[in-house]
């Protein structure tokens, strides 16, 4: 990972990808789809080192959604030994780098040994304070919401929470990443213009940008142009365009 810059407080603080387009980037090389997601790890490297530079607060990253068990068992099979080897091989660089790595989403379903590696990497890194990279697997965003409910629910039912003490910021509270700021900005690589079930709650208020590049091609150059594009952009938070201006 390369030297930090001056932060600059224009851009984002909490930044969410959807890596799309892997398996389109391989076909188009004459490749299988798992031969992009291999190669998508280097952009994974990419992303991060720029989060790291830029001294981006967070960066969320939809690397397997609670849809992507319906794809081919041989894919998701490859998809699993990916991410334990990148798990494996790239944790301790990323401890040296002071990032603290989370993985959100059900890992329930998870064979033992990589539920082992996301502990001993979210272990590893918990104290650091530079960028916090959560890794989205197994993710949902209407999970998420409801797992949130659920919470809400259950501290109802046992008299610790009254149902009118259930307000925007306690079912915040309840969902994945509640601790980090909002999402500011939410990339798109692929050329698809959609949300797929990521973070429904928490880009409530996020620009989006969509490129289309595919993931695999996804560099810091790239990541400057989305993070130049976010900065272009007037944040109204619906007031108006004069108000913010002022
Ligand atoms: C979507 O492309 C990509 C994925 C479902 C997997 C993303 C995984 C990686 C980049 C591997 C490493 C990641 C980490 C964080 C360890 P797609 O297969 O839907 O592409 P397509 O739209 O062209 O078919």
Redesign the pocket.
Known sequence: MNSTVTPNPSYPKHVAII???????AKEKGKI?TF??KA??K??RESVSYAVKHHISALT?F???SE?WNRPAQEVGV?ME??KL?LGSEVKKLHKNNVKLRVIGDTSRFDEKLIQKVEAAQTLTASNTGLTLN?AANYGGKWDIVNSAKMLMEQVQSGQLSIDDINEDTFGQHTCAADLAPVDLLIRT?GEQRISNFLLWQVAYAELYFTDS??PDFNQTLFQTAVDDFCDRQRRFGKTGEQVSQ
Do not use: E, K, Q, T
Request: proline share 0%; charged share 10%; net charge positive.
């Open positions: 890596m799309d387009g892997n398996g389109r980037w789809r992009g997601h998508g790890v952009a994974v990253l690397a397997f959604s992507n998809l990916l991410f990148v890794i692929g595919y993931w």
